[in-house]
T-cell receptor, first 111, second 113 residues
């Protein structure tokens, strides 16, 4: 199946710092999505991107759909302890019924 | 409360003993999907359903079956479980195909001995 390479695998940061993570693929994606998973729960959608170059914000979160359509990044500004969790990128190719997920970035925030 | 429910939440079983994990949503969603989550691999899609009686394979369908006889239910069936199917399973639903906001269930942790 398709592989999405997500990095970094994990991050340990201080509260208040900014965070950046990204996802790359060898295939062109039509949609890029970013999810957050809290411990013991299912993922929750944070941001959806639909067009190459698109930059979208959701509060302190900003994500971009890469111009090559093969990558995306997520930035979190001024991190807080409740940002702790696993962040996943996901994408769709031509078939909008199928979703491919990255391996996740585990974020730890020290108060 | 709008939600996706899964049962059981935890299951330990033995190789070859057929099992079913149920998934139900109360949001009248057309699209439902099953994923497995394994360390270092993220979530991988097993099967999805676009509507009643319409199902198709995801990325890792081998060893699994699904059915969609009613809109609200989408059970995952393991006819002959094997240890490599030990995983955390998530069911998800969305309003319809093309609507990307999937609502995920709480997960089912399955161990096959």
């Amino acid at each position: 199946g398709q592989q999405l390479n997500q990095s970094p695998q994990s991050m340990f940061i201080q509260e208040g710092e900014d965070v950046s993570m990204n996802c790359t693929s060898s295939s062109i994606f039509n949609t890029w999505l970013w999810y957050k998973q809290d411990p013991g729960e299912g993922p929750v959608l944070l941001i959806a991107l639909y067009k190459a170059g698109e930059l979208t914000s959701n509060g302190r979160l900003t994500a971009q759909f890469g111009t090559t359509r093969k990558d995306s990044f997520l930035n979190i500004s001024a991190s807080i302890p409740s940002d702790v969790g696993i962040y996943f990128c996901a994408g769709q190719l031509g078939n909008f019924n199928k979703f491919y997920f990255g391996s996740g970035t585990k974020l730890n925030v020290k108060p | 409360e709008a939600q996706v429910t899964q049962n059981p939440r935890y299951l330990i079983t033995v190789t070859g003993k057929k099992l079913t994990v149920t998934c139900s949503q109360n949001m009248n969603h057309e699209y439902m999907s099953w994923y497995r989550q394994d360390p270092g691999l993220g979530l991988r899609q097993i099967y999805y359903s676009m509507n009643v009686e319409v199902t198709d394979k995801g990325d890792v369908p081998e060893g699994y079956k699904v059915s969609r006889k009613e809109k609200r239910n989408f059970p995952l069936i393991l006819e002959s479980p094997s240890p490599n199917q030990t995983s955390l399973y998530f069911c998800a639903s969305s309003l319809r195909t093309g609507i990307n906001e999937q609502f995920f269930g709480p997960g089912t942790r399955l161990t096959v001995l």
